[in-house]
């Protein structure tokens, strides 16, 4: 099994950054992409960015391009979310999630296998 757990979320103002972490334990050797997901009360979860295995790959819903960046450090089983420039809009539960399929990286949320419990981030206006 793996377990995901995310950190960093709060509350903060329209402007201001954030930083989440996803750290992941148990059978991580069987995670290829990692991702981050966002959930906003009265909405569908909706991607916002994903990585895979190496770094080499990285993929960005539109409304964070320029915004967010991904990384992740393998050695310590980690994946990051460096958010900037946050908006109101930006409000939402964000979820870490991992897939175990390599060579694509997937933005449906029915194409991941493990999920975090999810963090808070709150941006107020």
């Known amino acids: 099994q793996v377990q995901l757990v995310e950190s960093g979320g709060g509350l903060v103002q329209a402007g201001d950054s954030l930083r989440l972490s996803c750290a992941a334990s148990?059978?991580?050797?069987?995670?290829?992409?990692m991702g981050w997901f966002r959930q906003a009360p009265g909405k569908e979860r909706e991607f916002v960015a994903a990585?895979?295995?190496?770094?080499?790959?990285?993929n960005y819903a539109g409304s964070v391009k320029g915004r967010f960046t991904i990384s992740r450090d393998n050695a310590k089983n980690t994946v990051y979310l460096q958010m900037n420039s946050l908006k109101p809009e930006d409000t939402a539960v964000y979820y870490c999630?991992?897939?175990?399929?390599?060579?694509?990286?997937?933005?449906?949320?029915?194409?991941?296998?493990?999920w975090g419990q999810g963090t808070q981030v709150t941006v107020s206006s």
């Open positions: 999630a991992g897939d175990r399929v390599a060579g694509v990286v997937r933005v449906s949320p029915g194409s991941y296998d493990y």
């Open positions: 148990g059978r991580t050797f069987s995670i290829v992409t």
């Open positions: 990585i895979s295995r190496s770094g080499g790959i990285t």
